[in-house]
């Protein structure tokens, strides 16, 4: 599969685009074919190592379960029109999850 990548922080030179690894799926996810996508600020800042240290820091208080995700409400796949409507109404504390498998009722 095609795709961009960078190994090295920089500018735009450091995107490479070609063959990347076909992802791994498993029981509970599934696999999203991308017609177009946006770029974002956070999206170079990443590129260029601005927020290496942030996200260092971040994963070892995940990790170390100092830090939660609230996770507002959870749909099953056949609702993401129900979790989209959600979203757009701009008043969801905490994050809204789309499940594949099975699910608690949201």
């Known amino acids: 599969m095609k795709g961009i990548s960078y190994s090295r922080y ?3 030179g450091v995107l ?6 076909d992802p791994k799926i498993g029981p509970d996810a599934v696999l ?8 974002d600020p956070v999206d170079w800042k990443c590129r260029e190592g601005h927020l290496d240290g942030v996200l260092k820091r971040l994963s070892a208080l995940a990790e170390q379960g100092a830090v ?11 609702r993401t029109a129900d979790a989209h409507r959600r979203s ?5 504390r905490g994050k809204l999850v789309v499940t594949v498998g099975p699910s608690e009722p949201g």
């Not at 490479?16 to 690894?21: L, P, T």
């Not at 074919?33 to 770029?39: D, E, G, Q, S």
């Not at 757009?88 to 969801?92: A, V």
């Open 16 to 21: 490479e685009y070609g063959e990347v690894r």
């Open 32 to 39: 999203v074919k991308v017609r177009a996508a946006a770029v």
């Open 10 to 12: 920089g500018g735009p």
């Open 68 to 78: 939660s995700v609230h996770v507002a409400e959870t749909f099953p796949l056949e």
């Open 88 to 92: 757009q109404e701009g008043r969801t």
